[in-house]
C-alpha cells in the first residue's frame, strides 16, 4: 500500500495522466484527512478552484490542493511527536492514566477526523493548516467556551454523529465536532440544552462557498 509521500510524489509527476494524479491526491486522504475524507476533498476543492466531481482538473490546481494537505499534515506530525514525548515523560514519572485530550486523541489517529466536519459540505474555510495550529492552541491552553476554530459560540449538541463518539459539540457556524477538552464543563453542560440547528448549518456553507467563489 502506497504512503502519503508515496502518493503525493504521483500526484506531481507531469507524467502520470491526470486521471491518475487526481486518484493519487483522493487516496492522501485516506492517509490524512482533518475534516474526514469527504470534507476534507469538498475543502481542497473550493480552495484550489476545481470541482469535486472534475474528472480532468487544472494540475496546477491539483497541486496547490496537495501543497495545502501537506502543509496541514506537517502541523499535525509536529504535534504528534510533541504529544508522544509528553506521554512517554508523563509514564516515566508514573502518570500513567490517560487523560481527556488522551481519550480524544485516540479518535484522530493517522490524522483522520482531527476536527472532524459531519456534512461534508460544512467546513471551516481557513487554510488547513491555520485551522489545525489554532486547535492545537486550545488543546495546549485551559478550556474555554467557545469554537477553537471560529470563536462562535453557536455550539449545539449532535447526538448522532457519523464518527467516533458519535454524538458531542457540534460548531453552528463552521461546522466542525469541537473536541470536548477544549471546553469547560460549564460550556458542555450548556451546549447539551442545545439541538442542532442544520438550517443555521446549511446556511453557513452557502455563504462560505459564495465568499471564496467570489
Known sequence: MAGFRSLARQVRDPHND?????????????????????????????????????????PARLEAALDELEEARAVWLAYERDFAARRKQEKHDGLRRPGVIDDWHRLTWGGHGIAWCDDPSVHPSAPLDAVLRRLIA???????????????????????????????????????????PVLTAEALMRIRGRGRQPALLAAAGMAAASALSA
Open 18 to 58: 491526470l486521471a491518475l494524479r487526481r486518484y493519487s491526491l483522493r487516496k492522501c486522504l485516506e492517509r490524512f484527512a482533518p475534516y474526514g475524507h469527504r470534507a476534507t476533498w469538498d475543502h481542497l476543492c473550493i480552495r484550489a478552484g476545481f470541482g469535486p466531481e472534475d474528472r480532468s482538473p487544472d
Open 138 to 180: 486550545a488543546l495546549e491552553r485551559d478550556p474555554g467556551d467557545l469554537c477553537p476554530v471560529c470563536d462562535s459560540t453557536d455550539i449545539a449538541w449532535e447526538p448522532e454523529l457519523t464518527h467516533e463518539p458519535f454524538s458531542g459539540p457540534l460548531c453552528e457556524h463552521c461546522g466542525i465536532v469541537v473536541p470536548r
